[in-house]
């Protein structure tokens, strides 16, 4: 081990910390400088096992540093650096600090080498991102952002459980290759457990509601961190995981073509980008789910890409409602002569998305594509194929037509206001942009990154094939061609499309409702029982008697009423809908979980040794109770 | 802003971009007939072999998420603006308290 070994998550985090102190004038250069650092940190790192630290029983390895991690976490570094020079100019130091405290999450996850350190980086991405949500500060932005952390709660504490139980039966904290052999083979409800974590994260549906609910409601730069790394970092976990799970074919699949139909409906073009994201990273999961050498590189290779196109394209949407308050497409149209370059960098990311020749979608999306048919399946194949028509429909026409072309004419405040984005924004946006053609131009840069060097040496030698270029333009091309013959049909509604957040907006209701009147009525019920049966009739023997001990009824009276009244106010409490205070209760309840699992592992651990050596001798106990329970457990076992 | 004139370039001669943009299509499925260019041995089944599959795909697919998707959101799914608006307002009075 390394003493000197740097995470180069802790230069982020740092940094993030140290920025209220830095004064005003250094503050433009020092945002610049710290992501550049945790870059350099990120490419000159060498591959091996670091920061290894002893906790409790366990060593916790915050740096597994291979193929598979460094080419996540670089893409994710560098997209850190363009996401801040696109906020560059954000006043607010908070805004910054939680995008670099989500960013230093996902970077912690991608170079976590066990369990416990993969789950602290990821709830740290879940708690520090909500913030992006709600520093939009709207009405709408408060409830997308209170969703979005109930469901990732959800989402951590299956990982949680399925991690327990799983550890508990192999005894091991190592997320390594062996893990990976068991998923597929000999799947247990522990491993279904974690998947459900994992694909929660990577937004397959029905999980996925969350995605365009959180990206859509976001801060303009807000949701261009947003949109590269909770996503992505669950694709890499999937990698690392879940290679060659055959459910994950076709989730992935069903994915890509959900995102397509919900695109097709979506007025509002961040929320329309969101829906493109569950159709990428439906590629990325089937390609997780193929598991052959070519569809992991595949699945590497478009998250790569994709972070890049997806981050340009909710840049320029971004810039857009930056500059002109608006997202949506009923509200804008004809912005070509206001915001040209914004549309040309636009526009090249939706062409990346769309894999043309000579952008990056086109020598990434393809290896998935290929290793479905080289999987002898077809299906997957052709769907995915399908959707990638899809994509350029929405992603490479309808969001640059209806913005910045179409007949719609925007409201004349719209129109005054609109002008092309400050000078950071543009550099931001003219660098992604610069990424998405190189990569799809100098194709090896990103090869030589992927983990399966020898797959990636034999794709390379066909992507640019004439049948691959003829193949794509053709499905391309003659996609635009329906475009433009069904424009009418396509012209933008304004409406919101309903998906499985449905269950949970108007379900949650249900719930409140259920809370308020039958809960409520069957406290009243017992309230007026005790009123009338119970209450009442004591007062009446006890003063007509005289002969009780008054002390003793009161006393019980007293009891009584004081509990109920006790039980009526917890109850008042729920139905207020005191969110903050719920959510507060929740967390508390996970950290216990935590707590109890540590100490009851703990304890475990320990016993075990101790009825080795002393066969038939009663187990050490612990002052605690529960190593009593747990000892008889692991003694009946 | 010359980006800008460069638009306004092609919007002015729009129908000559549109016949343009027939011709780049026509020549792309014609290349795709000729196998000294478009060589097909990588192709996956047999039926990429016809000259233009993968237009007709194409436009066909196109065709498809259109024509379902609309008719999937008209069949319920789009709804108006304020949908999760209505009667959002938290289950405001608290219930009357009683023994109070």
Request: charged residues 15%; hydrophobic residues 50%.
């Amino acid at each position: 081990m390394n003493n000197f070994w740097i995470h180069p998550a802790l230069i982020l985090i740092l940094g993030a910390l140290l920025l209220p102190l830095v004064p005003a004038a250094l503050k433009k250069a020092y945002l610049l400088l710290v992501p550049i650092l945790v870059f350099l940190r990120v490419y000159t790192m060498a591959h091996g096992t670091f920061g290894e630290v002893s906790f409790l029983n366990w060593t916790l390895v915050f740096g597994r540093v291979d193929a598979l991690s460094n080419v996540f976490g670089y893409i994710m570094s560098l997209m850190c650096i363009l996401g801040t020079l696109y906020g560059l100019h954000v006043k607010d130091d908070a805004q910054h600090i939680a995008s670099w405290i989500y960013v230093s999450g996902s970077i912690g996850c991608i170079y976590a080498g066990d369990f416990i350190t993969l789950f602290l980086f990821w709830e740290l991405m879940a708690f520090s991102s909500v913030f992006l949500i709600w520093f939009r500060g709207r009405r709408e932005s408060l409830g997308a952002g209170y969703r979005y952390l109930l469901v990732h709660i959800f989402g951590g504490l299956a990982l949680l459980a399925g991690m327990v139980w799983h550890c508990n039966t192999q005894g091991s904290w190592a997320f390594d290759a062996s893990f990976c052999k068991l998923a597929v083979h000999h799947a247990t409800p522990a491993t279904y457990l974690i998947l459900i974590g994992f694909i929660l994260n990577a937004a397959v549906p029905p999980l996925h509601a969350w995605l365009p609910d959180a990206y859509g409601e976001a801060t303009f730069n807000g949701s261009v961190f947003m949109c590269a790394f909770t996503t992505k970092t669950a694709v890499y976990a999937l990698c690392r995981g879940f290679a060659g799970t055959e459910i994950l074919v076709p989730l992935g699949v069903i994915m890509a073509l959900y995102g397509v139909v919900y695109a097709v409906l979506e007025n509002d073009s961040r929320r329309l980008l969101a829906y493109h994201i569950i159709s990428q990273v439906g590629y990325m999961v089937a390609g997780v789910g193929l598991g052959t050498e070519m569809a992991i590189n595949g699945a590497c290779a478009h998250a790569f890409a994709h972070i890049l196109y997806k981050g340009l394209l909710f840049m320029g949407c971004g810039a857009v409602l930056h500059m002109t308050g608006q997202s949506k497409f009923t509200e804008l149209g004809g912005l070509w002569k206001k915001m040209p370059w914004t549309f040309l960098f636009t526009l090249i990311g939706g062409l990346s998305i769309s894999a043309f020749p000579l952008f990056s979608g086109f020598v990434s999306k393809s290896m998935i594509v290929t290793a479905g048919f080289e999987e002898h399946k077809l299906w997957v194949g052709y769907l995915l194929l399908l959707a990638s028509a899809g994509t350029f429909l929405h992603t490479g026409l309808k969001v640059p037509y209806f913005i910045w072309f179409g007949k719609n004419k925007p409201k004349k405040e719209t129109w005054d206001r609109a002008a092309e984005p400050p000078w950071n924004m543009n550099v931001a946006m003219a660098v992604a942009a610069f990424l998405c053609i190189f990569i799809g131009c100098y194709y090896p840069y990103l090869y030589k990154m992927l983990p399966y060097q020898e797959a990636a040496a034999e794709f390379a030698k066909t992507v640019y094939s004439p049948y691959h270029i003829s193949e794509t333009l053709q499905i391309l091309l003659f996609t635009g061609l329906g475009f433009f013959l069904l424009l009418k049909k396509l012209v933008p509604e304004p409406t919101i499309s309903l998906d499985m957040d449905w269950f949970y907006r108007k379900g949650g209701r249900a719930f409140l409702w259920f809370a308020k009147y039958p809960v409520q009525s069957v406290d009243n019920f017992i309230g007026e029982l005790y009123r009338y049966a119970g209450l009442i009739p004591l007062m009446l023997t006890a003063k007509v008697s005289g002969l009780f001990d008054n002390y003793v009824i009161d006393g019980a009276v007293d009891g009584f009423a004081s509990s109920f009244r006790g039980i009526g106010r917890r109850l008042r409490f729920v139905q207020r809908g005191q969110m903050q205070q719920n959510l507060a209760f929740a967390f508390a309840v996970a950290a216990a979980i935590i707590v109890a699992f540590l100490l009851f592992s703990r304890i475990s651990k320990a016993s075990v040794p101790a009825r080795l050596s002393l066969p038939g001798a009663p187990v050490s106990q612990s002052a605690l109770p529960t190593a009593g329970l747990t000892s008889d457990a692991v003694t009946t076992r | 802003m010359n980006l800008v004139k460069l638009i306004e370039f092609f919007r002015g001669r729009l129908k000559t971009v549109v016949r343009l943009c027939f011709v780049v299509l026509a020549v792309l499925v014609l290349l795709d007939a000729i196998p000294a260019i478009v060589d097909k041995e990588h192709a996956h089944t047999s039926i990429e072999h016809w000259p233009g599959f993968w237009a007709v795909f194409g436009f066909v697919a196109c065709v498809l998420i259109i024509i379902i998707s609309k008719w999937f959101g008209h069949a319920g799914i789009m709804v108006r603006e304020d949908y999760y608006e209505d009667g959002s307002a938290p289950l405001a009075s608290t219930p009357k308290g009683h023994h109070e």
